[in-house]
C-alpha cells in the first residue's frame, strides 16, 4: 500500500462505508449482532486476511491500517461466536466498530496521501 495511491484511497473508502454502515445501525436500533455459522465463518475468513497483509507490511503505515482492521473484524469474530448479545454491549460494541473504522480510514488517507519512501518495519529473522 505504501507508494501506492490507489490502495490507500480503496482503503479509506471502504472504511469510511463500514463506519457509516456501523453508526447508522445503531441510528436505527438494529443491534443485533450476526451470529450465524455465515457471519462467523466470514469473520475468521477476514481475520486470517488481515493478519497475513499484516505479516506482509512494508512500512509503519501499512502496519496501523491493518492493525485496525484486523481488530474490527477480530472483534466481530469474538462477538459473533459469543452469539446473543445483551443490547448494551452490542451498542457499545458497534460504536468501537465505528471508531476503529473511522481511524482505519484516517490511517488509509494517510498512506494514500504520504511519500511511499519511508524506512520499512523491521521484521525479524
Sequence with gaps: ???TRLWGIAG???CAYLARLSLARVQRGNV?????GWSIVTYGVWVLLMAGLLSETRCLRER???TLVL???A?????GIW????E???VKALLLAVVLWVLAALASAVVAFSSGTAAPTKRSA
Excluded at 32 to 36: L, P, Q, V
Excluded at 75 to 79: R, T
Excluded at 83 to 86: D, S, T, V
Design 88 to 90: 448494551g454491549l452490542a
Design 71 to 73: 481488530a474490527n473484524f
Design 32 to 36: 443485533d449482532w450476526a451470529s450465524d
Design 75 to 79: 472483534m466481530g469474530f469474538g462477538l
Design 83 to 86: 452469539g446473543h448479545l445483551p
Design 12 to 14: 479509506f473508502f471502504a
Design 64 to 66: 496501523v491500517f491493518f
Design 1 to 3: 500500500m505504501c507508494g
